[in-house]
C-alpha cells in the first residue's frame, strides 16, 4: 500500500492507474477505521482494479461547538486495517494540504435543510466541499459511503448529479455490533452506561419499522419510538423523523419505501441511526 501525502502526488499516480486502463474504487473518510469502513474497502476491492482510501478529519464539517478537536484518531492502526483489506493507495493529506485559502464553498438547498441539517448548519457544505474536492483530485470510477449517514448520501449524490461529476455512487448498507448499535467512530467517546443505553436506537427503529408495516401509522410509529428512546433517559433527542427515502419528503401515496432517522445525544455524543421500511 502507498502512502500519499500530497496532491500533486496522488493525481500522479492515478493519472498512471488511468492509462493503464485501472478502474478506482475510492472510499473516503475521517479515520479511526471501524467495520463499517472495512466493508466500504471490501466492496470497493471486489468491484474495482485499484482501491484508493483517503482519511482526513475535515474540519470545514464541524460545527464550532463540535468535536473537531477530540474526533478520534489512529493512524497507525488505520494503516494496518488498511493494508490488510486490501487498499492500494491511502491518500493522507494534512489540513494546509487540502486548504489553502478555500473561498469557493458548495452549497445545497432543500435537501441539507432538516434532519442533520438543523442542528449543524454548515455540516453538510464542508461535506460536499471536501468530497468535490477528493472527487475532482482521485476521479474515481465508484465512490462507496455507508447509509448510516443516509442523509450525506442523498445530498452527495445530488451534488455527482447535478455538478456532473463522473463517478458513480455506491450505496453500502450500515454495519451494526451484535448488540444492534450502528459503528460509527463517534461509539468510542460512550461511557459504558451511555453505550449501554445506546442500544435503544437500534430497537426503536425495529419497533417503528413492525408498526409502520402492520398498521401504516407514521405517527404513532414516532411516538411510540420517542416514548422507547426516553424510557432510557438519553441526554436529548435531536429528532426522530419518518421520510420517503427517495427525497427526504413527507411520505405520499406515491412513497415505496421510507425511512425512520433518528438522532439523539449520550452525554456530548449525538449517534445517528435511520431504517428503511417498505410502504404497505
Ligand atoms: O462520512 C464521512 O466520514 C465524512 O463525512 C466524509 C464523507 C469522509 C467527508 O469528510
Redesign the pocket.
Known amino acids: 500500500m502507498k502512502i500519499i501525502k500530497t496532491i500533486e502526488k496522488v493525481k500522479k499516480l492515478i493519472k498512471e492507474s488511468k492509462e493503464k486502463n485501472l478502474s478506482i474504487g475510492f472510499v473516503?473518510?475521517?479515520g479511526y477505521l471501524h467495520d463499517g469502513h472495512i466493508s466500504l474497502v471490501k466492496r470497493a476491492k471486489k468491484e474495482n482494479d485499484l482501491v484508493v482510501v483517503?482519511i482526513?478529519v475535515?474540519p470545514l464539517?464541524f460545527g464550532p461547538n463540535e468535536d473537531y478537536e477530540r474526533y478520534p484518531r489512529d493512524i497507525e492502526s488505520d494503516i494496518k486495517i488498511l493494508k490488510k483489506n486490501g487498499c492500494d493507495i491511502l491518500f493522507l493529506p494534512e489540513n494546509k494540504e487540502l486548504y489553502k485559502e478555500q473561498l469557493v464553498i458548495i452549497n445545497i438547498i432543500e435537501l441539507s435543510e432538516k434532519l442533520c441539517g438543523l442542528s449543524r448548519p454548515t455540516h453538510f457544505q464542508g461535506?460536499l466541499t471536501?468530497?468535490a474536492k477528493l472527487f475532482n483530485i482521485i476521479t474515481p470510477s465508484r465512490s462507496y459511503?455507508?447509509e448510516k449517514?443516509y442523509q450525506?448520501l442523498l445530498i452527495?449524490k445530488k451534488m455527482v448529479d447535478d455538478l456532473n461529476f463522473d463517478t458513480k455512487i455506491v450505496p453500502c448498507p450500515i454495519v451494526r455490533e451484535k448488540d444492534g448499535l450502528a459503528m460509527s467512530s463517534r461509539n468510542s467517546y460512550l461511557s459504558p452506561d451511555e453505550r449501554k443505553k445506546s442500544t435503544i436506537l437500534y430497537r426503536s427503529l425495529l419497533k417503528g419499522k413492525e408498526i409502520i408495516k402492520k398498521t401504516g401509522d407514521i405517527e404513532n410509529a414516532k411516538n411510540v419510538i420517542k416514548d422507547m428512546i426516553e424510557s432510557v433517559n438519553p441526554t436529548k433527542i435531536d429528532y426522530i423523523e419518518i421520510y420517503d427515502e427517495k427525497n427526504l419528503k413527507e411520505i405520499n401515496e406515491k412513497t415505496k419505501y421510507c425511512r425512520i432517522f433518528l438522532a439523539v445525544f449520550f452525554g456530548k455524543t449525538r449517534l445517528i441511526d435511520n431504517m428503511r421500511v417498505k410502504i404497505k
Open positions: 473516503p473518510t475521517m483517503s482526513f475535515n464539517q461535506v471536501v468530497v459511503f455507508g449517514d450525506q452527495i
